[in-house]
C-alpha cells in the first residue's frame, strides 16, 4: 500500500495559472508571517537572548517552502514559496528591506535540496520537517556574513541546532496545515 | 510646482534600494555606514514615516536586541562601562553601532522604494524592463491583489469568532491555528477558481511587452544620490 503522502504521479515541471495563485495565497500568508516574526525575534532576543530568539522565531521565517510544496506538490514549489514570501515581506516592508529576499532566495534553495533529496515524492509531514530544518544552514551562514553574528564553534553550533529545530518544528507545522486544507 | 515633477520608476528605486543594500554591507567602517545610514534613514522615515509607523519601532527593538548580541559575541577591547556583573566593552558598542547603521540605511532604502511606488506599478516596470517571468509576476500581482480580500475574510472570521464566545484577537497557537486554516482554506479555494479563470482567458498564451528603461531627471537625481553616498563614504580613503 502506498503511503498517502507519497506521490506515485508523473513529475511534473509545468506550472499552471492554478499553481501560480497558490504561490500567491503563501505568499501572502507567509509573508506576513514574516513580517510578524520580525517583532517575535526582536522581542526573543531582547528578553531570552540569541537563542531563545532563534528557537521561537527561526523557523517561522522557513515555513513559505514547505508551506508551497505540500500545497502545490511539484518541483521548485519550495523555492518560489519561500522566495515569493521574502517578496512580499520586503513590500510590506520590513526593516531587512531588500535583505530579505538574499535570505529568501537562499534559504528556498536550501528547502527545496530537502524534497529533491526526497525525489520530490513525498510531501507530508517528515517533507516539511527536512525543509524547513534544511533551511536553518543558509539562515545562519547569511546571519554570520551579512550581519557579523560569529562567535565561538560551541556558540555557533547551538545557534544552528535551534535554527534546524525551530525550523524542523514550525516546517511540520506548515506541512500538517497544507494537509488540512488540501483536499 | 513638485506635484508636476514625475516620481523616478520603479526600476531605477528597485536598483537604488539594492545598490544601498550591497553597499551596507561592503562598507565595514563606521563612519561609512554613518554616512548611508543617515542619508537613507532620514530620507525613508522622512518619505515613509506616515504609511509605515511599525519601522521605527522595529528599528528600536532591533537597536536593543543587536547589542544584547554584542554584549555575547563582539564584547571585547577596552572596558568602557561597568553596571555590576555586566561589563560593557568597546566592541560590543562598535558592533551594535555599525549594526544599527546597517539596518537603518537597509531600512531607509527600502522605505524610499515604497514610499515612492505603488504595488501594481513595481509589478509592471519589473515585469516589462526587469523580465521577470509572466507566471511570477502573475503570482505577485495577485499576492497583493490578495491583501484586501483577505483582510475582509479575517474580519468575518473575527465575527464568526465572537459569535461562538471566543476571543477576537488571537493569543494562543489555538487561536492562531483557528484563524489560519479558515483564511488558508478561503484562499486556497479562490486561487483555484481564480488559475481557472486565468487559464481559460488565455494565461499561457499572453506575450509580455518589453520595454527599455526610462532614464530622465528623477533617475539622474536618484543616480547622483547614490553615486554622492559613495564619494561621501570613500572620501576619507582616498
Known amino acids: ?183 | 510646482m513638485f506635484s508636476r515633477i514625475r516620481k523616478p520608476t520603479p526600476t531605477s528605486l528597485f536598483i537604488y534600494a539594492l545598490a544601498i543594500t550591497v553597499l551596507a554591507f561592503a562598507f565595514k567602517d563606521i563612519r561609512q555606514l554613518a554616512v548611508i545610514g543617515l542619508v537613507n534613514g532620514f530620507l525613508g522615515i522622512y518619505l515613509g514615516l506616515r504609511r509605515y509607523k511599525w519601522i521605527i519601532l522595529l528599528l528600536l527593538l532591533s537597536a536593543w536586541g543587536t547589542f544584547l548580541n554584542a554584549l555575547a559575541v563582539s564584547n571585547t577591547g577596552p572596558t568602557l562601562y561597568q553596571f555590576g556583573p555586566i561589563t560593557i566593552k568597546e566592541g560590543a558598542i562598535h558592533a551594535t553601532i555599525a549594526i544599527t547603521l546597517r539596518l537603518t540605511s537597509i531600512a531607509g532604502a527600502a522605505l524610499i522604494f515604497f514610499a515612492l511606488t505603488k504595488p501594481r506599478d513595481i509589478i509592471r516596470y519589473l515585469e516589462s524592463e526587469l523580465r521577470i517571468p509572466k507566471g511570477i509576476s502573475f503570482a505577485i500581482a495577485y499576492a497583493i491583489r490578495l491583501f484586501p480580500l483577505m483582510q475582509k475574510d479575517y474580519r468575518e472570521i473575527q465575527i464568526a469568532r465572537m459569535e461562538r464566545g471566543f476571543r477576537k484577537t488571537p493569543l494562543s497557537p489555538s487561536d492562531i491555528k483557528s484563524i489560519l486554516l479558515p483564511l488558508l482554506s478561503l484562499g486556497y479555494e479562490r486561487a483555484i477558481w481564480v488559475g481557472i479563470a486565468a487559464e481559460l482567458r488565455g494565461f499561457r498564451l499572453r506575450e509580455t511587452r518589453k520595454r527599455k528603461p526610462i532614464f530622465g531627471i528623477p533617475e539622474a537625481f536618484i543616480l547622483t544620490l547614490l553615486l554622492l553616498q559613495v564619494i561621501l563614504a570613500l572620501a576619507p580613503y582616498m
Request: hydrophobic share 55%; with cysteine; net charge positive.
Open chain 1, 1 to 183: 500500500m502506498v503511503e498517502k503522502h507519497v506521490s506515485t504521479r508523473k513529475l511534473s515541471l509545468k506550472y499552471t495559472a492554478i499553481d501560480f495563485a497558490m504561490l500567491a495565497i503563501v505568499a501572502v500568508v507567509s509573508g506576513i508571517i514574516f513580517w510578524a516574526t520580525w517583532f517575535i525575534y526582536d522581542l526573543g532576543k531582547g528578553i531570552g537572548g540569541p537563542i531563545v530568539a532563534r528557537l521561537i522565531s527561526y523557523g517561522l521565517w522557513f515555513i513559505g517552502a514547505p508551506l508551497a510544496a505540500s500545497l502545490i506538490r511539484k518541483p521548485l514549489a519550495g523555492f518560489l514559496g519561500e522566495t515569493l514570501g521574502a517578496l512580499v515581506e520586503t513590500i510590506i516592508p520590513t526593516i531587512g528591506g531588500f535583505t530579505n529576499l538574499i535570505y529568501g532566495l537562499a534559504q528556498g534553495a536550501a528547502s527545496e535540496l530537502g524534497y529533491a533529496i526526497l525525489g520530490y515524492k513525498r510531501w507530508g509531514v517528515g517533507a516539511g520537517a527536512l525543509a524547513g530544518a534544511l533551511a536553518a544552514f543558509p539562515c545562519v551562514a547569511l546571519d554570520a556574513i551579512l550581519f557579523g553574528e560569529i562567535a565561538t564553534v560551541e556558540v555557533m553550533t547551538i545557534w544552528l541546532v535551534a535554527a534546524i529545530v525551530s525550523g524542523g518544528v514550525y516546517g511540520a507545522i506548515a506541512s500538517m496545515a497544507a494537509k488540512a486544507i488540501r483536499r
